[in-house]
């Protein structure tokens, strides 16, 4: 079973919120190569309230990666109700979902009650819940862990109390606050909470391959997954997921294939956000590259360049030594 919003394929394979990496050019790189669906990176909803313009820049959405959910977080049920009735209005058709961040382990985030905070405190986390679905014209999901640490799973008892609430679609990511990235994540807690709940759940970590997708599915049976870090350098993994999906074969990009979708990312990237802001390419161009022969000497020497041009120049060339072998076998 799966959301209307997802109308691609079933089951989606979806871009995770990734604060600092899923901003509208990487949504857009991996919608092309057949993401279902995105999220925008967390935006705070009481950002939004004070009027912060950075906030409110990460929630411009475009005609090519749609569909596309803002992610908000927060712990007022207030502001999260004026905020999502704001945000449905303005970007009316611009917007297919709002979820709400009920996962995000960092303390700056957490010590307000924010993000996975929430899983302490479920009848807070309720009622933020029933205050966005009662605002919101659009779908209302949310986004949590398997909880706060060993001693306080409630991964189950959290999904049936935002079903309660009227959300329409529940996220589970299987490792607790405790334990950030860290450890294989618990796919059974995702299973549990799919044989407890009627809405659907989209299976949320450790997919790192069209095979891992495909397992998720089959070990918990949820309705579609969520990829972060398996997406990174790597916007290819949808075609991997959806081939592994449908039982095709996968051909993988070669490097030279690799590198030229790390230069337009590169490219798209500053004509967007500004050529000021080329160091925030830095750690993508790590990711692309992760692998490959005289990727070494290549992050050095991209962490030390002082211009964009120099950034797109070093890439380039980088690139062009795949062919000629020089840093790496043939792969044209
Ligand atoms: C750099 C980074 C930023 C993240 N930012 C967010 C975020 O803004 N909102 C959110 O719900 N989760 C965020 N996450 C968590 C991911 O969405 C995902 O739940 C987690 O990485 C597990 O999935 P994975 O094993 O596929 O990486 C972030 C993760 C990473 C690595």
């Known amino acids: 079973m799966t959301l209307p919003v997802f109308k691609k394929h079933d089951p989606p394979a979806v871009l995770a ?7 509208a050019v990487f949504r857009r790189i991996c919608v ?16 939004l309230f004070y009027g912060g313009r950075k906030t409110r820049a990460l929630i411009r959405v475009s005609e090519a990666e749609k569909p596309c959910a803002v992610q908000l977080f927060g712990s007022d049920p207030g502001i999260i109700s004026e905020m999502i009735k704001a945000l449905a209005d303005e970007y009316a058709g611009e917007i297919a979902m709002i979820d709400i961040n009920m996962g995000c382990p960092m303390p700056k985030i957490t010590g307000n009650g ?10 807070r986390a309720a009622a933020v819940a029933e205050a966005a679905v009662k605002a919101s014209p659009l779908p209302v999901s949310c986004k949590f862990r398997k909880g706060w640490d060993d001693n306080s799973v409630n991964a189950v008892e959290f999904a049936r109390a935002m079903e309660e ?7 589970v990511h299987g490792r607790t606050r405790e334990q950030l990235y860290h450890g294989p994540a618990d796919w059974d807690i995702i299973g549990e909470v799919v044989s407890r709940v009627g809405v659907p759940v989209l299976g949320n970590g450790d997919v790192f391959s069209g095979e891992a997708a495909k397992k998720l599915i089959s070990h918990t049976g949820c309705a579609g997954v969520m990829v972060a870090r398996g997406a990174e350098g790597n916007p290819f993994i949808f075609e991997e997921i959806r081939a592994a999906l449908d039982g095709r074969p996968y051909s993988p990009p070669t490097e030279y294939e690799r590198m030229t979708e790390a230069i337009r990312h590169t490219e798209e990237f500053l004509e967007e956000k500004g050529p000021r802001l080329f160091p925030e390419m ?17 992050r050095r020497a991209v962490n030390t360049v002082r211009s964009p041009e120099e950034m ?19 792969t044209l």
Request: aromatic share 8%; charged share 25%; hydrophobic share 35%.
């Open 17 to 23: 919120p990734m604060a600092g990496i899923s901003d």
């Open 32 to 47: 092309e190569h057949g993401c279902d669906f995105t999220y925008t990176e967390m935006v705070s909803a009481k950002g």
């Open 114 to 123: 924010e993000g996975s905070a929430l899983m302490r405190d479920i009848p």
């Open 165 to 171: 609430s009227g959300v329409s679609l529940l996220t």
């Open 282 to 298: 830095r750690k993508h161009l790590s990711w692309y590259t992760k692998g490959m022969r005289g990727s070494l000497d290549f």
């Open 312 to 330: 797109l120049e070093l890439l380039r060339s980088f690139r062009d030594q795949l062919v000629c072998g020089e840093a790496g076998e043939k």
